[in-house]
């Protein structure tokens, strides 16, 4: 099982709303990440756990908020979010964690997010 | 900073092979991927090259690397309708990974 889940696939939420995106891997992978890519564009870096420790923020606001619970998932919860954080947010998974970029990350097939 | 370019386009007829190139500037790379990006979609992770390697071939894929040019290039042979996505492909050394802009490949019948 090569797969990253992610819910919602879609989500429209007012700049005042408080809401959640999940991702979840069952393959024993230790780093998990969240990026952001806006349209025709490729993914930007937001954050990366590494054994459920944050190792990486890419001086991300802090109206995005990640949370890695348990080595199988990893949240991202968002509050007071502006227009411009319209994207997709895609999350991936990476198998030790030690070295993250040194692995082969697997995507999930994204939440497309709509701030109005 | 370091960069990863491709070409913004490509058009091919079906049954043609595709030739997707990228060029990147950072010389501690490890690990060279490419990934498929559907309308909508995720990225789908389809084939990746140690650094120490010059080809790699998988199915319908092959992947060059001339590390001395830094070059590398996707080739899909026999291309079919379902290949029309977008290609990104990506670098990645101890300390960062950088994808480039993407190439949408575009499958004529």
């Known amino acids: 099982d090569t797969e990253v889940t992610q819910t919602p696939k879609h989500l429209v939420m007012g700049m005042t709303n408080k809401k959640s995106l999940k991702c979840e891997q069952h393959?024993?992978?230790?780093?998990m990440y969240w990026y952001k890519q806006k349209a025709k564009k490729p993914p930007e870096l937001m954050f990366v756990?590494?054994?459920?420790?944050?190792?990486i923020n890419e001086s991300v606001p802090s109206r995005f908020s990640p949370e890695c619970p348990n080595s199988s998932l990893l949240n991202l919860h968002l509050h007071a979010l502006q227009p411009e954080d319209s994207a997709l947010y895609l999350c991936?998974?990476?198998?030790?964690?030690?070295?993250?970029?040194?692995?082969?990350?697997?995507f999930g097939p994204g939440t497309r997010l709509l701030v109005l | 900073g370091e960069d990863v370019e491709q070409s913004l386009f490509l058009s091919v007829r079906e049954g043609d092979s595709s030739v997707i190139n990228c060029t990147y500037t950072?010389?501690?790379?490890?690990?060279l991927y490419w990934y498929k990006q559907e309308p909508g979609a995720g990225l789908q992770l389809l084939t990746y090259?140690?650094?120490?390697?010059d080809m790699k071939q998988d199915q319908r894929l092959t992947v060059l690397l001339n590390k001395k040019d830094k070059h590398l290039s996707l080739r899909i042979a026999d291309t079919q309708t379902g290949d029309s996505a977008i290609y990104f492909c990506?670098?990645?050394?101890?300390?960062?990974?950088?994808f480039g802009a993407g190439t949408r490949l575009t499958v004529k019948p």
């Open positions: 991936a998974s990476s198998a030790s964690g030690g070295s993250p970029y040194q692995e082969t990350q697997y």
């Open positions: 393959m024993g992978h230790r780093a």
């Open positions: 756990y590494s054994y459920e420790k944050l190792s």
């Open positions: 950072d010389s501690s790379s490890t690990y």
């Open positions: 090259i140690f650094s120490n390697m």
């Open positions: 990506a670098e990645s050394n101890n300390n960062d990974m950088r």
